[in-house]
């Protein structure tokens, strides 16, 4: 789904915008992710069950289904092939998708610390803002619509997700659809990750990164990032820098980021753009939390 709204560049400063990946950046949501699946498995009478370090290696792969897929295919005995497994893994992850709503509905997600502070502080820059998620729709709004204010949907300029590209992070499409529906510059904007595979996925569309890790990918490899913490920190609970320049900060905030951009343009990106494939979902408009988005 997206929203375009085309704003004006904030003066004085190399920074433009802040593209957000959704799950595990805005809110803790991977755990509830995690017990979702094995609900799901269970119902369907399954004997499989994704254990917090099991579910962590299986990150490295974006996308339910294909989450799904990969395990099923490394299972001994399969529980089916072919086409039977590809069904099988949608019957599952719808499953799974309908006990993560009722999960969110029963149970409010927070927010990792720091996402509400440097939200606003770049609404008040006149800093654009975006978010970019291999996650669904309906996954942004229960999220979103759970942990931010009811106004949220007009915070974003666009909010991209899988039902708009064809391939999901790691490949860096769901950013150039950011990038193309905006017009910003790749080097105006920094994107805000979690996972290797979002990492990639910016850098590969020319974007600098700040990777703020949780449990599930703290050991992960987030080669060619900015900026690697713990999250985002706040004035009175400082982050953990496990990789990168912080130039002395405790905390993201807008300086930070700009300095992060600026320090990007100077040095020139230290990773290979990839050549733009023909990713983008185009002719149908979808309605989401008073967004639209062509799909």
């Known amino acids: 789904m ?3 709204r085309r704003g004006e560049m904030p003066g004085r400063s190399a920074l433009r915008a802040l593209i957000f990946d959704l799950d595990g950046t805005i809110a803790d949501t991977e755990e509830v992710h995690r017990r979702a699946f094995n609900q799901a498995f269970a119902e369907h009478g399954l004997s499989w069950e994704w254990s917090p370090a099991e579910y962590a290696g299986l990150l ?5 289904r294909e989450r799904i897929v990969q395990y099923a295919r490394q299972s001994v005995p399969p529980p089916s092939h072919g086409a039977q497994l590809i069904e ?3 019957r599952l ?3 799974k998708s309908a006990h993560y709503a009722r999960m969110l509905a029963d149970q409010r997600v927070p927010l990792r610390p720091g996402v509400l502070r440097l939200l606003n502080e770049a609404r008040c820059s006149g800093i654009r803002l975006a ?6 729709p309906a996954n942004v709004r229960a999220v979103c619509d759970g942990s931010l204010p009811g106004d949220w949907a007009d915070w974003f300029d ?3 997700t899988c039902d708009v590209v064809d391939t999901k992070k790691p490949s860096p499409a769901v950013y150039w659809y950011v990038l193309e529906h905006t017009g910003w510059r790749a080097g105006e904007c920094v994107a805000i990750e979690d996972t290797p595979n979002g990492n990639r996925a910016a850098l590969g569309a020319g974007l600098a990164t700040v990777i703020t890790t949780h449990a599930f990918t703290r050991d992960g490899d987030f080669d060619g ?3 690697v913490v713990d999250g985002l920190g706040d004035p009175d609970r400082p ?3 496990i990789a990168g320049n912080a130039y002395g900060c405790d905390h993201l905030d807008v300086g930070l980021l700009g300095r992060i951009v600026s320090a990007a343009k100077a040095c020139g990106p230290g990773h290979v753009t990839l050549a733009r494939p023909p990713a983008t979902r185009r002719g149908r408009v979808v309605a989401v939390a008073g967004a639209t988005s062509t799909g």
């Not at 490295?60 to 339910?64: F, Q």
């Not at 978010?131 to 669904?136: F, M």
């Open 2 to 4: 997206n929203r375009v």
């Open 60 to 64: 490295s792969i974006s996308g339910g």
């Open 88 to 90: 099988l893994a949608r």
């Open 93 to 95: 992850h719808s499953a």
């Open 131 to 136: 978010i970019a998620s291999s996650t669904s």
């Open 158 to 160: 666009i909010v991209a």
């Open 225 to 227: 990032a900015s900026l």
């Open 239 to 241: 982050f953990e820098v």
